[in-house]
């Protein structure tokens, strides 16, 4: 019992180590293009209309992996998008889900992933609609994320952007999100036997994939991923994992703002059953 648990625990800290590497090096590449374009990068994105974010921010998240969501989530924590955009965005990320889909069921999965990023789009505009017109507030930008004079010193940007606003501000929360993440759901997966969903009660098992969406990690998931290309459930039940879920991306939203990641996150979920079982009622 000691070894297993000892081994689970040098999993779970390796996988987080890797995470939050991923998110301070996507946090780092973001602040760095902010600081060298001297916040140009927003107009890029808000130039024109609106539509733009929604489109690139989903075409971002749709990308295979956790990445886009690590730089939308960035992105985002610059100020540089919405929240609509952040929150299609994440409709449009499968995380690393993808790849296996890809290796299971390229054909299908291509088509899924492109549905979703129009999905992505849709919900951007509805969401940031909605906030519009109720007024309802999400996180301001960073105020340490700003661009100063002395943007040319090296040793100020280290010290002021990469120490004080990622490192300390971010990069610890980052960490014990992902740990407490990745430790829970290792611990289920393990001793809880979650696989054991049964394929004989689909709609159970499509409200079953909405919630493991909730969980802001790669793996469980991919339980409805192997039963969707084993024949065990229907495409309804995947699509709604993959529009809940969202891989490692939401981590770093966690450390920057709990409110706006449950805000998030019940716009996906609610999205994901509506999506989810309207398919299941036209018997996909």
């Not at 999400?138 to 120490?163: F, K, M, P, S």
């Amino acid at each position: 019992m000691g070894s297993r648990f000892f081994s689970l625990a040098v999993k779970v800290l390796a996988e987080t180590s890797e995470v939050t590497l991923l998110i301070f090096l996507m946090m780092i590449a973001v602040d760095v293009i902010h600081v060298w374009t001297h916040g140009q990068l927003a107009l890029i994105f808000r130039g024109g209309r609106r539509w733009r974010q929604y489109v690139f921010a989903s075409l971002i998240g749709a990308a295979p992996g956790c990445m886009g969501g690590y730089t939308n989530v960035s992105l985002y924590m610059h100020g540089v998008i919405s929240f609509g955009a952040l929150t299609g965005s994440m409709i449009a990320a499968t995380g690393d889900e993808a790849f296996v889909m890809l290796a299971y069921f390229p054909k299908a999965a291509v088509l899924i992933f492109g549905a979703l990023t129009v999905l992505g789009m849709g919900v951007g505009w509805i969401t940031d609609a909605v906030i519009k017109k109720w007024s309802i507030p999400t996180a301001l930008d960073c105020q340490l994320q700003r661009v100063h004079q002395t943007e040319g010193n090296i040793l100020h940007y280290l010290q002021d952007h990469v120490w004080t606003h990622i490192i300390k501000k971010h990069l610890l929360k980052v960490f014990l999100w992902t740990l407490g993440a990745i430790f829970l759901v290792e611990v289920g997966l393990k001793f809880g036997n979650l696989e054991m969903l049964s394929s004989q009660y689909p709609i159970v098992t499509l409200f079953a994939a909405a919630l493991l969406g909730l969980i802001p990690q790669s793996g469980p998931h991919l339980i409805f991923v192997s039963m969707y290309a084993k024949g065990l459930v229907p495409l309804s039940v995947l699509v709604t994992s993959a529009i809940v879920q969202d891989g490692h991306g939401m981590l770093p939203l966690l450390s920057y703002s709990v409110r706006d990641s449950v805000m998030l996150k019940s716009i996906n979920l609610g999205f994901g059953l509506i999506i989810g079982l309207g398919l299941f009622w036209a018997g996909r």
